[in-house]
């Protein structure tokens, strides 16, 4: 049964008409027949996902006279989904080794592990990330309305607000491709929230974005962007940005407060070194955030979270070649 037919199916039955199918084959999404690479704007996967949870939906499935042949399809799963961004290719080989890591503390679930690219980005990085494993989004950039004293940064520093704009998902787990994945994440999908986040190393009454729980809403997203010149960004950039929106996250329910483990920035290491009882209390760090610079893949001392950051890169180098998938643009710093 091919994709067009199921596209004239959709769209005759929705019209009223009665079908009859002999075959069905679930189209994966993400890979949409018609755009190379596997690589989808929102609308587009939009329209795959509409598709797709019509043929799911088991009501459908009777009312639409599928056979008894072969075995039924299981219940669908809560569409999850991890997400990272890129927006400038000095952050590809972050997003790779991020991916990689998430992989291999086992957090992959069978959920889908989303990038979001600009049209911005070459088309060569993009390629490096789909190579990688990683389900490519295509988004127009959203700049800050300030320069924030990082020049690369003021053409797309809001571009993360596009995360709440991936209603293809019920829930998404965000995270930014300069971390580390040292352990489970996983469980945050089961907080029954719209939106979590975990404090900032200052003020620790603030939000961090770099990890963020979010159950995507266009709505949502609409009231941001409405709201980019009117709300001011203590720090110039996303973050600010959505404690300003967000503002009474530190008051609200415990389920929206992630503990500081699942974003244990490195701010945090490098300002109590001297006292190392500070990041040893923090127990088991399921994730580690490299939001200061340089980033551990530049040149740079190696202290020892950077050392961590270059094992997952080597490990990473080695899966990929043992897959047959050669990664150019991944390089020592």
Request: glycine content about 8%; charged content about 20%.
């Amino acid at each position: 049964f091919c994709v067009c037919c199921a596209i004239a199916a959709f769209e005759g039955f929705v019209g009223g008409s009665a079908l009859f199918l002999t075959t069905f084959t679930q189209i994966p999404i993400g890979h949409h027949p018609f755009v190379a690479g596997n690589v989808v704007s929102l609308e587009e996967w939009g329209v795959l996902g509409t598709m797709a949870s019509f043929f799911a939906d088991p009501a459908m499935s009777r009312r639409m006279s599928l056979p008894p042949r072969g075995e039924r399809c299981a219940a669908r799963p809560a569409r999850e989904a991890y997400v990272t961004m890129v927006t400038t290719e000095g952050y590809v080989q972050g997003a790779i080794v991020m991916n990689h890591s998430l992989q291999q503390s086992g957090n992959s679930g069978g959920r889908d592990v989303v990038c979001i690219v600009t049209r911005t980005l070459p088309v060569s990085s993009t390629d490096l990330l789909r190579k990688a494993g990683m389900k490519i989004v295509v988004v127009e950039p959203i700049g800050a309305p300030k320069p924030s004293g990082v020049s690369e940064w003021d053409s797309v520093g809001y571009t993360k607000l596009n995360v709440w704009g991936l209603d293809m998902y019920d829930k998404v787990l965000y995270i930014d491709a300069d971390c580390l994945i040292t352990g489970t994440v996983e469980e945050l999908f089961e907080r029954n929230v719209t939106f979590a986040a975990a404090p900032d190393v200052f003020p620790p009454d603030r939000f961090n974005a770099g990890v963020m729980l979010v159950k995507p809403d266009k709505k949502v997203l609409g009231e941001m962007l409405s709201k980019v010149e009117e709300l001011k960004s203590y720090d110039d950039g996303d973050t600010g940005f959505l404690n300003a929106f967000f503002p009474t996250w530190y008051q609200s329910d415990a389920q929206a407060r992630l503990p500081f483990k699942y974003n244990a920035l490195r701010t945090m290491h490098h300002m109590t070194r001297s006292k190392p009882g500070y990041w040893e209390a923090l127990g088991k760090v399921s994730c580690i955030h490299f939001c200061s610079f340089p980033k551990p893949w530049e040149s740079a001392p190696k202290g020892p979270l950077e050392q961590q950051w270059w094992v997952s890169f080597a490990t990473c180098q080695l899966s990929l070649r043992l897959q047959g998938v050669e990664i150019q643009g991944m390089r020592e710093g």
